[in-house]
């Protein structure tokens, strides 16, 4: 495509400014979105759409962003959305973000100023090698720097701007969503899919370029609630039954080697203890649950009431609950009946240059929820690298190629209908 060869991005501006706005969400909040300040970041997106021209964009009273780029083709074509989060991880700090473009990087490690401690080292990041020459952006060390999913956001909007200055690429219609709270596994709770009106759809949150994901595990959330026997500890010889002390024992009986994030890589699954709080008499342990496959996720939920049961077992006046949730679905149980939505997006990757790989995500995206509400969504990279911590690293020249990749998508599902 010609026109884009020539094309002057915006997308790398459009990243720094987004990651000055801090928009991490909240697992403790009720609200939705769960915290204010992500609306900053929405509001500003929306006067940029307008800007654009897309004279629809909006922010609900959600948190959610929603805009559309009219059809400029005669021929009847799939409605597509672009899908990507407002938020960043609760995980690090995602205040005061000053972000640092590293120009014409020519291999090494990155040291990052505000923090000499905080090295994105060459040999933990391999991905790195492949960016000879291309410009690196990073924090400055005291905090993430918000690609996930940032970029995603940038990217769109650079690839919005580009289908409305260029209306000889032809496209059906075109829609966008900015969704709040993804991070904490709410992030389409209260999306309008009926305001959406999308036939298919593309989350933008990826992280090696040229990447197109199809898979997801399938997660659940475990609450462990245990009540045990208090009473004074001077006296407590024969009658306490710490609530906490046996919390520690379930969690130190858990796997290994095997089912445990720090032991599993690939297809494998696990069950990982996320947070544990209480007192002598109540304690609480949270759960998260992951696997690719249905049935293995189920047979986790067995293996860890085994687990419980056995040691509760030992303390005959203590008992406990144990509820699970389902989060999220693997999403290639839908995608598996929509075959072109996979194809197509490797073909646009093909288009930008690059040889496409397709990935399964050890993580889930909106898009695992979104499939299942009735809008199949697979996950298309966008460049982001280290998420979720102080060694988060972007390249410009992959937010570019994505920016491409997403032009090629529209353009291809206008060629194919």
Known sequence: MDSIKNYKYS?????LKYVTIDTQSDFNSPTCPSTAKQKNLGTLLVEELKNIGLTDAELDEHGYVYASIPANTTKSVPVICFCSHMDTS????????????????QGGNIVLPD???VVIRLSEHPDLKHQIGNDIVTASGTTLLGADNKAGLAEIMDAARFLVEHPEVKHGTIKILFTPDEEIGR?????????????????VDGETCGSVENETFSADYARLTIKGVSSHPGFAKGHMESALKIASQVVANLPVDRLSPESTSGKEGFMHPVSMSGSVEEATVEFILRDFDDAELKNQERILRAIVEEVVEAFPNSSFVLDVKEQYRNMKNVLKDHPQ????AEEAVRRAGMEPKLQSIRGGTDGSRLSFMGLPCPNIFAGEHAFHGKHEWVSVQDMQKAVQTIVNIAQIWEEKS
């Open 11 to 15: 997308v790398l501006e459009r990243f």
């Open 115 to 117: 923090d000499p401690n």
């Open 187 to 203: 992030g389409v709770n209260l999306v309008n899919l009926d305001k959406l009106a999308a036939d298919f759809a593309y989350t």
């Open 90 to 105: 609760p995980d690090c700090s995602g205040e005061n973000v000053k972000p640092l473009v590293h120009t014409n990087y």
């Open 341 to 344: 939505l996979t194809e197509y």
